[in-house]
């Protein structure tokens, strides 16, 4: 089975709002994005809207072709937003208003009744339910025990590791998560950070089923255009670590 690649398109959302004009439309973005491979658009609606807008979720609800992967902070706010639009997946982050990005995944140990509240609610509405967390096993497990049907896997410290040791104790606290995950029967994502360089590791561990890859890609898109950019990032992970 080849890995799914998630387009996340927020920051095409950021140019937009730099203006506060109508574009580039993150929308037609996503659709470029389908057109050159991608088997996932990922948004993540923020609370402070600084990015993607409630439009943004409407249109490409009616407009996504593949699956649409919605991240989103874990309140009752954002899941009633979620059961009008329904995506297929909603991601469930930490979300806090003066971060520049997502900087670590959810604990979700020590949240295991109010995250099962949430998951719930998501899953009566018929969207699966992924966890956002660092490649912990006891984070893995939680997830499963909240009734997750994925975990995402945090990928910025192996990112941020300089090649050599560090960067391979990061690998293998990857590989050891995405395997716990597994094996409890959950899907396995993993995001933050991956750029053309140091995807190859990360597309190469079998239990991952899924890259959700949005900056270095919407960076690269500037100056190559979009569909190019998406398709040299299917052509990186498919080629071996
Ligand atoms: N996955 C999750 C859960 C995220 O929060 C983000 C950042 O929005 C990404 C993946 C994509 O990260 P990057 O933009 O660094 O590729």
Same mark, same amino acid.
């Given at each position: 089975?080849?890995?799914? @690649?998630? &387009?996340?398109?927020?920051?095409? =959302?950021?140019? %937009?709002? /730099?203006?506060?004009?109508?574009?580039? *439309?993150?929308?037609?973005?996503?659709?470029?994005?389908?057109?050159?491979?991608?088997?996932?658009?990922?948004?993540?609606?923020?609370?402070?809207?600084?990015?993607?807008?409630?439009?943004?979720?409407?249109?490409?609800?009616?407009?996504?072709?593949?699956?649409?992967?919605?991240?989103?902070?874990?309140?009752?706010?954002?899941?009633?937003?979620?059961?009008?639009?329904?995506?297929?997946?909603?991601?469930?982050?930490?979300?806090?208003?003066?971060?520049?990005?997502?900087?670590?995944? @959810?604990? &979700?140990?020590?949240?295991?009744? =109010?995250?099962? %509240?949430? /998951?719930?609610?998501?899953?009566?509405? *018929?969207?699966?339910?992924?966890?956002?967390?660092?490649?912990?096993?006891?984070?893995?497990?939680?997830?499963?025990?909240?009734?997750?049907?994925?975990?995402?896997?945090?990928?910025?410290?192996?990112?941020?590791?300089?090649?050599?040791?560090?960067?391979?104790?990061?690998?293998?606290?990857?590989?050891?998560?995405?395997?716990?995950?597994?094996?409890?029967?959950?899907?396995?994502?993993?995001?933050?950070?991956?750029?053309?360089?140091?995807?190859?590791?990360?597309?190469?561990?079998?239990?991952?089923?899924?890259?959700?890859?949005?900056?270095?890609?919407?960076?690269?898109?500037?100056?190559?255009?979009?569909?190019?950019?998406?398709?040299?990032?299917?052509?990186?992970?498919?080629?071996?670590?």
């Amino acid at each position: 089975m080849s890995q799914r @690649l998630g &387009v996340n398109v927020d920051h095409v =959302a950021t140019l %937009r709002q /730099a203006r506060k004009a109508s574009y580039p *439309d993150p929308v037609a973005a996503a659709a470029l994005a389908e057109l050159a491979g991608a088997g996932q658009i990922t948004i993540h609606l923020r609370e402070d809207r600084r990015h993607i807008q409630d439009r943004d979720l409407r249109i490409l609800r009616e407009t996504c072709q593949t699956l649409l992967n919605l991240e989103m902070a874990a309140t009752q706010v954002m899941v009633k937003i979620a059961y009008e639009f329904k995506p297929d997946v909603c991601t469930l982050v930490p979300e806090r208003r003066e971060e520049l990005t997502t900087e670590g995944g @959810l604990d &979700v140990a020590s949240q295991r009744e =109010a995250l099962s %509240r949430i /998951a719930k609610n998501l899953k009566d509405g *018929d969207i699966l339910v992924s966890m956002f967390i660092d490649p912990d096993v006891d984070q893995v497990r939680a997830s499963h025990k909240v009734n997750a049907d994925r975990v995402e896997l945090h990928t910025g410290r192996y990112c941020e590791a300089k090649r050599g040791r560090d960067r391979d104790r990061e690998l293998s606290r990857l590989v050891d998560a995405a395997k716990a995950a597994a094996k409890l029967g959950m899907g396995v994502a993993a995001g933050h950070g991956l750029n053309y360089d140091n995807v190859g590791p990360i597309a190469g561990i079998a239990e991952i089923d899924e890259l959700n890859i949005g900056h270095s890609i919407v960076s690269r898109a500037v100056l190559v255009g979009f569909e190019r950019a998406v398709r040299e990032m299917v052509e990186r992970m498919r080629m071996p670590g």
